[in-house]
């Protein structure tokens, strides 16, 4: 099945899901990591049940605290 991961084409396997895509894409700091599907946020809780699609479109985000000299 394909899907676009971080704006790259993939072949990934029927009934993957969120978190076993961020442990197959090697994604660092996994606890840390935000996860959008078409544009749309997924809860941290729903990795595990979240089933990608064909051509879905997965972005990885971080968020970054940032400060003033």
């Known amino acids: 099945m394909k899907v676009t991961v ?5 072949d990934i396997a029927e009934n993957t899901t ?7 894409e ?3 700091n996994p606890d840390y990591v935000t996860v959008t599907i078409n544009d749309e946020f997924v809860e941290h809780h729903d990795f595990e049940s979240t089933v990608l699609k064909e051509n ?3 972005e990885f985000l971080y968020f970054m605290g940032g400060g003033s000299f």
Request: hydrophobic share 55%.
């Open 6 to 10: 971080a704006g790259n084409a993939k």
């Open 56 to 58: 879905d479109v997965v």
């Open 18 to 24: 969120v978190a076993q895509l961020i442990v197959d």
């Open 26 to 28: 090697k994604v660092e």
